[in-house]
C-alpha cells in the first residue's frame, strides 16, 4: 500500500488531463435529435424483440411529459435534447473471442488510458467487459463464469438471450417514471451491463466495466442490471474516463440492483469523465440514476465511488432497505476543481426492521468549482429499530470555491436512531507547514493530505481501483494551489 | 368591530379587503409605511400563501387552516386596559417592563406609547408612526423583505400596530421588556402584529415575548418583527409560546447584526396547534455574534416548525445554533437550519444543532441542517439526531434505586435543560425551567394562566405520557 | 552555517523577536533557553519558513544563502529540519508514505535517482533500531492517535531519515521520560558530525547532560541577553531565569 502511495504522488507531474484523445473508429450513427422514429431506429438495429421496444416507446412518451429537474445546487445553459445524436455503435462489432480479434486501434485507446485490458488484468483475475461507446466490443473471462453459472453480459445480449430475466427486473428499482434522465434514458439507452449471480454462487472475479464517450455529440445512456440471488455476492466495478471534446456531452444512466436474502453486492465507482478545461469550458454532464434495493433479509448493498470528473455530476445512489436485517452503505469522495459542479449523495430509505444505513462522504473543492452533498434518510414506521450513522466532511481549498451540505432526515419511529454529523473546513494550514517543512512540495502536500483525508472512502474500493482513485484525487487537484 | 367576507378564498379575500378598508389600515400610517404596503400587496399578491410545494413548506401543509373563515380587525382598539384584571403571565415573577397586544392591537394603562428618562421608547408601533415618523420610516421593512415570503408580504400589507422599541446609544435596560401577545375572540380571528426593535450603539435589551390565547377559537397569527442590533449592542430575544390547540401561530422574526453586536434567540415552544418561526438572522458587519437556540415539546396533533436561516455576510462572526424536541402522540416536528456562508465572510465560525426525542412511533420529526459555504477560512458543522434516551444512561440511574418514571422524566429533563440553561436572566430561566418541568409532567395547560373566558373546561392536560417513552 | 543579523519578528502586529542576533557554525550543538513565550518556537519557525509570522527587519543567511528568500519545502531539501514542539496529526496520510514522499524530494532537490521501495524500507528499519521506536508506528497515519510522547520520538526518527544539515529541535524532551530523552539525544548524537550543527531549544538542562552543547543562549524579551557555555544551563537551573531577566533589565536601564 504504502508503496503504491508514492508512486502515485511520483506520477502526478503533468498538468493538462491525461486521458484527452478519442479514438478514430469508424462510427454508425443515429440522426441527431429524439422521435419515436429514433427509439425504432435504436430498436432495430439492436434487433430488439417487441417487448423491449415498448418499453421504450411508453418511457419516451412519459418523457415527453416531463420538465427536466432543475433543483440541484447546479447551473448549465439549457441542453438541446434534439441536437444530440442518440445511438452511435462502432461499426464491427463482431463477436469476439479474444482480444487479438479487436480493434487494434482501440486496444491503443485502452492502453493509453492505462487501463490494462489485456495481461495485467488477467493475471489480476478480472474479466473485462468493455463497452467502447455504447456497445460492447470484448469480453473476457466468460468461460470461468459460466461454470459457476454467473451471467455477464453486455445488456444488448441479455435482452437477446434472457428475455425472462430482464423483463422480470428491468425496471423494477428504477421505474422510467422515477426522473426525467431515467425517462429518458430507458427511452433510448444503447447499452449496457447485465450481471446475473445465482443462488448461493460468490462471485470468483470483481467484474469491471470501463466506459468511454467517444463521438461528438453523442449523448450516452448506459443501462446496467445486477441481480443477487439467495446467498450470493458480487463486487462490481464501474470506472470511467472521456476524452477531451469542447461541446457538452450528456450522460445519463441507470444502474439497478438487486439483492436478494443473504446476498450482497458491492458496487464501485471511480468517474473521471472529461471535467472542462480550466475556463469550464466542455465537459460532461452526468446525471445517473442509480438505486439498489436490499429485497431479502439480510442483504447488503454497498456503494462506493470516487468522483472526479464531470462538468456537473447529479448522482445519488440510493438504497431501499426493504428486508429486515438488511445493510447500506454509501461511500463517497468527491473532488471538483476549476469550474466543476457536483450535486451528489444518496438516500437511505429504511423500511425493513433493524435495517441499518452507513453514509461516509468526503466532497473536496478547489478553484472555482462547487461541490454539495445530498442526502435523505428516511426511515418509515415500520422499520423498527432502524439505524443510520452519516458523516458528511467538506473540505475546502481555496476562497472561489463552495462547498454545501444539504442532508434530509424524516423519522417515522421512535425506535430509530439517525445521527448525521457534517463539518466544513479548510485544508490546515498546519498539516501543510508539516510536508513542507520535511522538503515535500504544496501540490504532493495537498495531495497526500487529500488522500488522507479520503482514506476512509478509498479504503473500501477494490485493490486495482484504489491506485487509479489515489491517482484521479491528486491530479484532479493539480493547480488549485495559489 | 370585525369585517368578515365569506364564498371566497382567503388569499383573495384579503386583497379587497386591502383596497375596502384602505383608508382604516392607513390610518395615521407614515407616507413611507403606506408606500411599502402597497408594494407588498402586489408581493402578496404575486407569491400568495406558502403551500407544500414550496422546499421551505414541504413538510407543514396550511391549506386547511386557509379554508377557516376568518375575521379580521381592522379597526384600532386601542384602549386603556388593566391587563392584570383578565390575565397573568405565567412568568409572572419576572421583573418586567410590561406591555401588551390584544387581538393585534395595543392595550395599555396609561399611555400608547412612554418614553423612559434613558430616553428608550417603548409602546405602540401605531402611535409611534405619529409620534417618532422619522425614526419608524428609518427601519421599516429594512430587515424583513416583501419579496421573498408571502407571509411578511401580507404582513406588511396590513401593517397597523405592534411593539415599538426604541433602546438610544449606551443605553442598558435593567428590566427585561416582556410583550404579552393575547388572542381573545369568539370568531375565528387573523391578527397581523408587526413589532420593530431598534438598539443603538452599545445599548443593551432584553425582550420577553409571550404568544397565549385565551379562548379555544380557531385563530392565525402572523407576525413580523425586525431587529436593528447597531455596532456593539445586545439584544437578547425570549419568545414562549404557549397557545391553544385551535391557534396557529406564524412569526417571522428579522435580525439585522452591525459590527460587533450580539444577539441571542431562544424560541420555548411549549404548546400550540400550529407552530411556525421563521428566523432570519443577518450577520451583515464583522465580528457580530448570534446565539440561536430553541426547544420545543409537543404531543397531540400539534405541530411545530422551526427554520432558521443564518447569513455570513462578512467576516469573523460567530453563530451558533441549537435546537432540540420532546415529541409526544402524534406530534410533527420540523427543523431546517441552513447557514449560508458567503464569499466575503472569512474567519467564519458557524454551528449548529438539532436534537429530537421521538416517543411514539406516530409521531414525526423532519430534520434538514444545511450548510452553504462560499469562503474557506471556515469552521462550520452541523449535526442532527434522532431517537430515544440513551438506554445505557437510564440503566445507570436505576442500578442507583431511581424509579424507571422518575429515570425517564430526569432524563427528559436534561434533555430539554441544555436549551433552558441558554437562558441568561437567571428570574426567567428558572421560571420556563419549571414550566417545562411541568410541562414534561403534564402539569401545564394554557389555561393555567387564563382567570377568565374559560368556561368550559376544555383540554386541560398536554400530558407526555412517561409510560411509552 | 547560519547567520542571523538584527533579526526582528511579529505576529498581528506584535513584535517577537526584536534585534536577535545568532552564528551557528558547522559542526557546533547550541542550546537556546528562555522562559515560556519568550520566542523560542517563533525563532524556529521563522527559520523554516512559517508565512504566518512578519519580518520585520534582519536577515537569516544559510551557507551563504538568503534564507528568508526560499520556499520552506527548499529550506527543508537544502538540509534544515524542524523537530515541531506540537507535532499535527495528518489522518489518513501513513508514515512511510510520508516519509518517502519527502526522502524522494530530497534527491530529486540533489539530482539523485528516487529511492526504490526496497531500499527505502531497509533505511527505514534501520533508523527504526535507531531511535527504538515501534515498528508499528510506521503503518499508521503521521501522527495520529500517538502519545506525546510517541510524537517526539517520531520527529528524532524524521530526522535520522532526513539526514540535515541543520536541525533545530523545539522542546523535543519535554514530556519525556528518561529512556525516551536518552533516545532523542542518542539521535542526536549519532547525527553530529563537523558538516552539521543543531539548535535545540529546550527548558531543562536535562537534556544538556546527554547531549553536551558548545554554547547555551538565553532568550528573553526578543534577543539573546546572555550566552555561555554549559554551565550556563547549570546555573539556569539552579537560579531560575529570574536571575536573568534582572541582569537583563538592568542592562537595559544602562
Ligand atoms: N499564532 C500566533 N498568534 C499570535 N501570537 C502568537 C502566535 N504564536 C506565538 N505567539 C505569541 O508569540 C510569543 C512567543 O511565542 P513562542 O515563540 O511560542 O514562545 P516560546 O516558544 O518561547 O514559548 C508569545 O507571546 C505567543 O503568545
Ligand atoms: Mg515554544
Not at chain 1, 420538465?67 to 462489432?93: G, M, N
Amino acid at each position: 500500500m504504502e508503496d503504491k502511495n508514492n508512486d502515485i504522488l511520483e506520477e502526478v507531474t503533468g498538468s493538462e488531463y491525461k486521458y484527452g484523445f478519442y479514438t478514430d473508429v469508424e462510427m454508425e450513427q443515429a440522426p441527431k435529435g429524439l422521435t419515436e422514429d429514433t427509439i425504432r431506429f435504436i430498436s432495430a438495429k439492436k434487433n430488439e424483440p417487441e417487448f423491449m421496444l415498448n418499453i421504450r416507446l411508453k418511457a419516451f412518451r412519459h418523457w415527453q411529459t416531463l420538465k427536466e429537474p432543475r433543483w440541484a445546487h447546479v447551473q448549465y445553459p439549457p441542453i438541446d435534447y434534439q441536437d444530440i445524436i442518440y445511438y452511435s455503435a462502432p461499426l464491427k462489432k463482431p463477436k469476439l473471442e479474444s482480444l487479438n480479434e479487436v480493434d487494434p486501434e482501440l486496444l491503443e485507446t485502452f492502453e493509453k488510458l492505462g487501463i490494462p485490458l489485456e495481461e495485467q488484468k488477467m493475471l489480476a483475475g478480472v474479466a473485462v467487459d468493455a463497452v467502447m461507446d455504447s456497445v460492447s466490443v470484448a469480453t473476457t473471462f466468460r468461460s470461468t463464469l459460466a461454470e459457476k453459472g454467473v451471467i455477464f453480459c453486455s445488456f444488448s445480449e441479455a435482452v437477446q438471450e434472457y428475455p425472462e430475466l430482464i423483463k422480470k427486473y428491468m425496471g423494477t428499482v428504477v421505474p422510467y417514471t422515477d426522473n426525467f434522465f431515467a425517462a429518458l434514458n430507458t427511452a433510448v439507452f444503447s447499452d449496457g451491463s447485465f450481471v446475473f449471480i445465482p443462488k448461493g454462487v460468490k462471485c470468483p472475479l470483481e467484474l469491471s466495466t470501463y466506459f468511454r464517450i467517444n463521438a461528438a455529440n453523442t449523448g450516452q445512456f448506459e443501462r446496467t442490471l445486477i441481480v443477487a440471488e439467495e446467498g450470493s455476492y458480487v463486487s462490481y466495478m464501474e470506472g470511467c474516463t472521456a476524452p477531451i471534446r469542447d461541446e457538452n456531452q450528456l450522460h445519463a444512466a441507470i444502474v439497478e440492483i438487486i439483492a436478494h436474502k443473504d446476498a450482497e453486492v458491492k458496487y464501485s465507482t471511480v468517474q473521471n469523465w472529461w471535467p472542462g478545461d480550466k475556463e469550464g469550458k466542455g465537459g460532461v454532464y452526468n446525471f445517473v440514476t442509480k438505486r439498489g434495493i436490499c429485497e431479502g433479509e439480510n442483504s447488503k448493498i454497498s456503494w462506493t465511488q470516487v468522483e472526479t470528473g464531470s462538468a456537473i455530476t447529479w448522482k445519488y445512489p440510493s438504497l431501499i432497505l426493504r428486508g429486515d436485517n438488511s445493510t447500506g452503505e454509501f461511500y463517497s469522495v468527491a473532488v471538483t476543481n476549476n469550474h466543476q459542479q457536483a450535486d451528489t449523495g444518496t438516500k437511505m430509505i429504511h423500511l425493513g426492521k433493524n435495517t441499518r444505513s452507513t453514509i461516509i462522504s468526503k466532497g473536496i473543492s478547489a478553484g472555482f468549482s462547487n461541490n454539495s452533498y445530498r442526502g435523505l434518510v428516511k426511515t418509515t414506521r415500520k422499520a423498527e429499530n432502524a439505524r443510520n450513522f452519516s458523516q458528511c466532511d467538506s473540505l475546502l481549498l481555496g476562497d472561489k470555491c463552495g462547498a454545501h451540505t444539504f442532508p434530509y432526515i424524516e423519522v417515522g419511529n421512535r425506535s430509530s436512531i439517525v445521527e448525521h454529523e457534517a463539518t466544513t473546513s479548510k485544508i490546515s494550514e498546519d498539516q501543510l507547514f508539516y510536508c513542507l517543512q520535511r522538503g515535500i512540495d504544496m501540490e504532493s502536500a495537498i495531495g497526500l493530505i487529500v488522500n488522507g483525508y479520503a482514506k476512509e472512502v478509498l479504503s473500501k474500493l477494490p485493490m486495482e481501483f484504489a491506485v487509479e482513485a489515489q491517482k484521479l484525487l491528486s491530479i484532479s487537484l493539480e493547480g488549485s494551489v495559489g | 368591530m370585525t369585517t368578515s367576507i365569506n364564498t371566497l378564498p382567503l388569499k383573495d379575500r384579503l386583497l379587497s379587503l386591502f383596497y375596502e378598508n384602505l383608508p382604516h389600515i392607513k390610518g395615521n400610517a407614515t407616507p413611507a409605511a403606506n408606500r411599502l404596503r402597497e408594494m407588498a400587496l402586489a408581493a402578496f399578491e404575486r407569491q400568495g400563501f406558502p403551500n407544500p410545494k414550496m422546499e421551505n413548506w414541504r413538510f407543514s401543509d396550511i391549506s386547511q387552516l386557509l379554508e377557516t373563515e376568518f375575521a379580521f380587525d381592522f379597526h384600532n382598539q386601542s384602549r386603556p386596559f388593566d391587563i392584570e384584571k383578565i390575565f397573568t403571565c405565567d412568568v409572572y415573577d419576572l421583573d418586567t417592563f410590561s406591555v401588551t397586544l390584544l387581538n393585534g392591537w395595543f392595550v395599555y394603562k396609561n399611555a400608547p406609547l412612554t418614553r423612559l428618562s434613558n430616553g428608550t421608547i417603548i409602546g405602540s408601533l401605531a402611535k409611534a408612526m405619529e409620534v417618532y415618523p422619522e425614526i419608524v420610516d428609518e427601519y421599516l421593512g429594512k430587515a424583513a423583505s416583501a419579496e421573498k415570503s408571502g407571509l411578511v408580504a401580507l404582513n406588511t400589507a396590513f401593517i397597523q400596530d405592534g411593539l415599538f422599541i426604541y433602546v438610544p446609544e449606551g443605553v442598558t435596560l435593567e428590566k427585561p421588556i416582556q410583550l404579552i401577545n393575547i388572542v381573545d375572540s369568539q370568531v375565528p380571528l387573523l391578527l397581523q402584529p408587526r413589532h420593530m426593535l431598534i438598539a443603538e450603539k452599545g445599548s443593551n435589551v432584553t425582550l420577553v415575548n409571550c404568544d397565549h390565547s385565551l379562548t379555544h377559537n380557531v385563530s392565525l397569527t402572523n407576525t413580523v418583527m425586525e431587529v436593528f442590533a447597531h455596532p456593539e449592542a445586545i439584544v437578547d430575544h425570549y419568545k414562549i409560546q404557549n397557545k391553544g390547540k385551535n391557534s396557529a401561530l406564524f412569526t417571522n422574526t428579522f435580525f439585522h447584526l452591525q459590527k460587533k453586536s450580539q444577539v441571542s434567540s431562544n424560541i420555548i415552544t411549549l404548546n400550540g396547534g400550529f407552530t411556525r418561526n421563521n428566523l432570519h438572522v443577518t450577520l451583515q458587519e464583522t465580528e457580530t455574534h448570534a446565539d440561536l437556540n430553541g426547544l420545543y415539546l409537543v404531543d397531540r396533533n400539534q405541530h411545530v416548525d422551526n427554520q432558521v436561516f443564518i447569513d455570513h455576510a462578512a467576516q469573523g462572526c460567530f453563530s451558533n445554533q441549537l435546537f432540540k424536541g420532546i415529541l409526544d402522540d402524534q406530534a410533527r416536528a420540523v427543523f431546517s437550519g441552513k447557514i449560508m456562508v458567503r464569499r466575503e465572510a472569512q474567519q467564519t465560525l458557524a454551528y449548529q444543532n438539532n436534537k429530537n426525542l421521538l416517543l411514539t412511533d406516530e409521531a414525526k420529526v423532519n430534520t434538514q441542517p444545511h450548510l452553504e459555504i462560499y469562503a474557506d477560512d471556515v469552521k462550520c458543522s452541523h449535526g442532527a439526531t434522532v431517537g430515544q434516551l440513551d438506554p445505557e444512561a437510564m440503566f445507570y440511574l436505576r442500578s442507583r434505586g431511581i424509579s424507571e418514571k422518575s429515570a425517564r422524566q430526569l432524563m427528559m429533563l436534561a434533555f430539554a435543560d441544555e436549551v433552558v440553561q441558554k437562558i441568561s436572566i437567571e428570574a426567567l430561566r428558572q421560571r420556563i425551567g419549571s414550566m417545562v418541568e411541568r410541562r414534561l409532567k403534564g402539569e401545564l395547560s394554557i389555561c393555567d394562566q387564563c382567570v377568565l373566558h374559560c368556561n368550559d373546561k376544555g383540554p386541560t392536560t398536554f400530558n407526555i405520557d412517561m409510560s411509552k417513552i | 552555517m547560519l547567520s542571523i543579523k538584527d533579526l526582528s519578528v511579529s505576529i498581528n502586529g506584535k513584535t517577537i523577536l526584536d534585534g536577535f542576533n545568532l552564528e551557528v557554525k558547522a559542526g557546533e550543538v547550541h542550546a537556546i533557553m528562555g522562559p515560556n513565550g519568550t520566542g523560542k518556537s517563533t525563532l524556529a519557525s521563522v527559520i523554516a519558513g512559517r508565512d504566518m509570522f512578519d519580518v520585520d527587519r534582519g536577515e537569516i543567511t544559510y551557507r551563504g544563502q538568503n534564507l528568508l528568500e526560499m520556499a520552506p519545502e527548499i529550506r527543508a531539501r537544502e538540509g534544515i529540519f524542524l523537530g515541531f514542539q506540537y507535532p499535527v496529526e495528518i489522518p489518513g496520510v501513513s508514515m512511510a508514505s510520508f516519509m518517502r514522499t519527502a526522502i524522494n524530494e530530497k534527491r530529486k532537490h540533489l539530482g539523485l535517482e528516487p529511492m526504490s521501495g526496497a531500499e527505502f524500507l531497509k533505511l527505514m528499519e534501520e533508523k527504526k533500531k535507531l531511535v527504538e521506536i515501534h515498528s508499528k508506528l510506521t503503518n499508521r497515519s503521521v501522527n495520529e492517535g500517538f502519545s506525546g510522547g510517541e510524537k517526539k520520538k517520531n520527529e528524532i526518527f524524521q530526522m535520522a531519515l532526513l539526514e540535515p544539515r541543520l536541525a533545530i529541535l523545539d522542546e523535543t524532551d519535554s514530556g519525556l521520560d528518561i529512556d525516551a530523552l536518552k533516545v532523542v539525544a542518542n539521535g542526536v548524537n549519532k547525527l553530529r558530525s563537523p558538516e552539521n550543527a543543531t539548535i535545540i531549544i529546550t527548558h531543562y538542562q536535562r537534556l544538556l547532560d546527554f547531549i553536551i552543547p558548545d554554547y547555551v543562549h538565553v532568550l528573553f524579551d526578543g534577543r539573546i541577553v546572555k550566552s555561555g557555555d554549559k554551565s550556563l544551563a547549570l546555573e539556569l537551573e539552579s537560579k531560575g531565569y529570574e536571575w536573568v531577566k534582572k541582569e537583563a533589565n538592568m542592562a537595559a536601564a544602562h
